[in-house]
């Protein structure tokens, strides 16, 4: 996403992080994070060609990630956030 919205070629090679490095939860929020960060910087910065529609895709996908997040949570025994809010 963040080098789509560069106008970059992109490396789909970065969509598959290497499970050994990803071995717990800090690390998988730091990458997270990390990439939202470089995604949100690329999409503010708006030198891609078709910059709104990678925003809305971006915004598309990590709403299914979100998701599945949930689902996740909820077969784990966990209420999500944003359902305890509403309790």
Do not use: W
Request: glycine share 8%; aromatic share 4%.
């Amino acid at each position: 996403m963040a080098a789509s919205a560069r106008g970059e070629n992109p490396d789909g090679a970065q969509n598959e992080l290497p499970a050994e490095r990803l071995r717990t939860k800090r690390a998988i929020l730091d990458a997270f994070q990390k990439s939202a960060n470089e995604a949100a910087e690329a999409l503010a910065s708006g030198k891609g060609a078709g910059i709104e529609d990678l925003c809305l895709d971006f915004l598309q996908h990590s709403a299914e990630h979100y998701g599945q997040l949930v689902v996740y949570s909820r077969l784990q025994g966990i209420v999500p956030p944003a359902s305890r809010a509403s309790q």
